[in-house]
């Protein structure tokens, strides 16, 4: 689990400096697909990483909008904010936390329940997923997306 977590971090990583390359007004173009554009996309995967970790850790959801984000350095201030108490989590994670069950209360009121597991699996494919939309998107730019590749990343030993 936590091998692909770090992926996931070393990843986000290079897309931040790959959008160092790109105007502005490109990574806020609302694009077809995912959340809205690419800036908008990365400040979602860490919202998203960060507000299912706290649900399993019984803290509050973060209630902030991607409005007071529009910049590249605002939402990677953003990702170090988070990511220490997200990778202490990760870090932390023990086979004995994978059937521990989250109850999780929609806004109209539905209760589900998930297990640990079942919610780590799905932040890290989360994250899998909008990578995905962000190489497409790099393409459409006629710039060379970030590759995805793990191996030779050096997270397996």
């Known amino acids: ?10 990843i986000r990583e290079e897309w931040y400096k ?28 860490i919202d998203v990483e960060w507000s299912w970790i706290r649900l399993m850790q019984g803290k509050p959801d973060f209630k902030e ?3 007071d984000y529009q910049s590249l ?11 220490k108490e997200v990778e202490e989590f990760v870090l932390s994670w023990n086979p004995q936390m994978e059937h ?7 806004q109209d009121g539905i209760v589900e329940i998930f297990t ?3 919610i780590m ?5 989360h994250e899998i997923h909008h990578i995905g939309q962000l ?3 790099s393409r459409e730019l006629g710039k060379k997306p970030v590759s995805a590749n793990l191996i030779g990343k050096g997270l397996t030993t």
Request: charged share 25%; glycine share 8%.
């Open 135 to 137: 190489s497409v998107w």
């Open 116 to 118: 640990c597991g079942e």
């Open 18 to 45: 790959w959008c160092e390359e790109v105007p502005l007004e490109e990574l806020l173009k609302v694009r077809t697909g995912g959340v809205g554009g690419i800036l908008h996309t990365l400040f979602h995967i």
């Open 121 to 125: 699996r799905h932040v890290i494919a």
């Open 65 to 67: 909008s991607f409005d």
């Open 73 to 83: 350095e605002r939402v990677k201030e953003l990702d170090v904010l988070f990511k």
């Open 100 to 106: 521990n069950e989250v109850r999780e209360t929609s």
């Open 1 to 10: 689990m936590q091998t692909f977590f770090q992926y996931n971090w070393m």
